[in-house]
């Protein structure tokens, strides 16, 4: 069970991330000036995101 | 070309699960048969292996049979303390005050009867492993025979509180592990390289950098200039820089060390929780002991919020003070203990489809498999590595940024404020 | 498959000894390092940071200087120019009226010279003449005398006399004739 848990967190957080990304992009595409801040923001949203599913997944192990 | 490489890999990745689903029957038996039976010779475990080596210990593995003994310090309320080098339990062959090596880990005989000083236990698998039920679940018991009477072991205090399965128990560990020696030794290179640095800029003061200088000068300027200038403001950022760098700095190097797989590395530093534990809760004394009257004000009555609001808010704005230091710590923790077992995971193939040396093939597939997986693996770790250090250094400014900033005009442009970096990271951080 | 052992994820304990040495490993990293060196790279990054804006600053404020000075040389250069251009105009000016003074003064003077002469002239006819006639009358008041003594004599003397009198007198007046500018009639 803990490892379909583990599964379903890695599956939302890799919909998060790759929504971070493909949204990044667009920014950095359409502002290239912003493209340090963006990157920055980016970072730590994917972090958070990542952060979460990590959780999961150690809750995973635990249960 | 490129697509006959393509086939070639397909080819050698399928044969390896051919081989694999043969190997997984007679393996399963043989798990199971031997499953009480952790000895050296047993059948190869791969959770148990990965968790070793994750694991913190009390000696150092070389290779094969060598190991190099690191200071003991334990302590038992009602014994006292005892000191040693772990390599005066003989790799659990000898039972010191009740003390034994059991999987490179000191364990600890609760029983009173059993004799204390130095005990022979005349034999190698004197110490072994067994399961018991608690509550329901399956749990690791350790066992010691000695004299024909076995003997339940203790394993070393923990400050989970039994959430996880450890808790308090008949002693405390204090020595220096092997997880405290590769610390040591980033410290060390940490006080070496910085002190070196800061010497030559001494020395070519109103000069260009040169050598190691114009190396870290610029992950320096970087710190600076991304994460404690912008988080922080420009006003306090000067106060907070050295603990951010140190924090960057220290988690970088135990990050490095972990990723090298032989002797001063391949320690799980950070890891281990119980660093990170206590890295988190260095952010969240000096966050909270650094608030100003604005950072209070909002965690207790934000300002703007109707009364009735605020029975739900604050609750959730204290749970905010603890959440954020725990998420630095649960982030740190499994970014690299994630890294670290898909690493030996992926070694542990050769194992699983060499099913205990009796499959060549199988054995040379999964090496060659799980090795190319694993140097892939290690270019991500060492991303990881400075990205997880980056991290934990940028939110950490962050939450320091939030108690210091200076809201001198804040009912009236509560929507400015977010705008700002720090505020910004801490509006996301609130997940 | 293979039995998850909880006992064995001991990373997700906290071990109080591993959470002391981390402590003290921190501490002893924050202030050999945090205290001992990034505080003073962090001042000397600082320093540099400042005195590279300064130099270029400086550079800035030295160029602009360049650039007011050279103006001003030029303005200076364009104002002595027109200084002397203005000098040598005046002067010109100058010299033009002085000699066209010179040269009215010149006139006028000989104008004056001229008058005075005439002037001279007139005066010593006139004065010249008072002496003519004062010398004509005494030469005939003695030619009175000296006739009027002959008549007294003969007559033949007398007319002898008168005779060599004019002859006399005739050769006095063509000598005063060569003498003067102006002679009388």
Request: proline letters at 3%; charged letters at 20%.
């Amino acid at each position: 069970m803990g490892a379909i848990g583990a599964g379903i967190a890695a599956l939302g957080a890799g919909i998060g991330v790759g929504m971070i990304g493909a949204k990044s992009t667009e920014a950095i595409a359409r502002q290239p000036e912003a493209s340090g801040d963006i990157r920055t923001a980016m970072i730590i949203t994917a972090a958070l995101v990542e952060g979460a599913a990590l959780f999961a997944i150690v809750v995973g192990l635990i249960a | 070309m490129k697509l006959a490489l393509r086939l070639l890999f397909l080819l050698l990745l399928s044969t390896g699960f051919v081989f694999a689903q043969e190997a997984e029957h007679p393996e399963e038996e043989h798990h199971e048969q031997d499953s009480s039976t952790h000895g050296d010779e047993a059948a190869y475990d791969p959770v148990g292996t990965v968790m070793s080596h994750i694991s913190d210990a009390n000696e150092f593995h070389l290779f094969g049979h060598y190991s190099i003994p690191l200071p003991v310090i334990l302590y038992a309320p009602g014994h006292g303390f005892t000191f040693g080098l772990s390599n005066m339990f003989h790799h659990g062959a000898t039972a010191v005050d009740g003390y034994v090596l059991n999987h490179g880990r000191v364990n600890r005989v609760a029983d009173p009867s059993f004799p204390m000083g130095h005990v022979d236990l005349e034999s190698d698998h004197a110490v072994h492993m067994t399961t018991h039920e608690v509550d329901g679940k399956e749990r690791d018991l350790g066992l010691v025979t000695y004299q024909g009477k076995e003997y339940e072991l203790d394993q070393p205090s923990t400050l989970d509180g039994g959430l996880v399965g450890g808790g308090i128990t008949s002693f405390y560990d204090f020595s220096v592990t092997k997880n405290v020696f590769t610390m040591f030794l980033a410290a060390l290179l940490l006080i070496f390289v910085w002190g070196r640095i800061k010497r030559s800029y001494e020395k070519n003061e109103g000069k260009a950098p040169s050598g190691m200088q114009s190396l870290f000068e610029p992950i320096f300027v970087f710190i600076r200039d991304e994460v404690t200038k912008p988080m922080i403001g420009e006003e306090h950022y000067e106060r907070f820089q050295p603990f951010i760098m140190c924090l960057f700095f220290f988690i970088l190097f135990c990050n490095l060390f972990g990723l090298i797989p032989i002797f001063p590395g391949s320690a799980n530093v950070t890891g281990n929780i119980a660093v990170t534990l206590c890295l988190a809760l260095l952010v969240f004394i000096i966050t909270n002991i650094n608030g100003n009257k604005h950072y209070w004000g909002h965690i207790f009555a934000m300002p703007g919020v109707p009364k009735w609001v605020l029975v739900i808010l604050t609750p959730v704005e204290l749970l905010g003070l603890i959440i954020k230091p725990f998420s630095l710590m649960i982030r740190l923790f499994a970014n690299i203990t994630a890294g670290h077992i898909i690493i030996l995971s992926l070694i542990g193939l050769t194992f699983v489809f060499g099913n205990n040396g009796t499959n060549t093939g199988g054995g040379i597939t999964g090496l060659i498999v799980g090795g190319a997986f694993t140097a892939f693996m290690n270019l991500i770790e060492l991303l990881v590595a400075f990205l997880q250090a980056f991290i934990f250094s940028i939110l950490a400014a962050s939450y320091i940024g939030a108690a210091v900033e200076d809201h001198d005009h804040h009912d009236e442009d509560h929507a400015v404020d977010h705008t700002h970096g720090s505020a910004y990271a801490e509006a996301v951080a609130h997940h | 498959m293979y039995s998850f052992l909880l006992a064995d994820f001991n990373v997700l304990k906290p071990d109080p000894g591993l959470l002391l040495w981390t402590l003290v490993i921190f501490l002893l990293v924050y202030f050999f390092v945090g205290r001992a060196a990034f505080k003073p790279i962090q001042k000397a990054l600082k320093k540099r940071d400042e005195e590279i804006q300064d130099s270029i600053d400086e550079a800035k404020r030295v160029q602009a200087q360049m650039a007011q000075l050279k103006d001003d040389n030029a303005k200076l250069l364009a104002e002595a120019r027109e200084e002397s251009t203005r000098i040598i105009a005046d002067a010109e000016a100058f010299a033009r009226k002085r000699k066209e003074e010179a040269v009215t003064e010149a006139k006028e003077a000989a104008q004056k010279v001229s008058t005075d002469a005439q002037r001279e002239i007139a005066n010593m006819r006139d004065s010249a003449m008072a002496d003519l006639k004062k010398e004509v009358g005494t030469m005939a008041i003695d030619i009175a005398e000296k006739v009027l003594q002959k008549e007294l004599k003969s007559d033949a003397n007398q007319t002898a006399l008168v005779n060599e009198l004019v002859k006399n007198l005739n050769y006095s007046s063509r000598h005063d004739q060569s003498t003067s500018s102006n002679p009388l009639r």
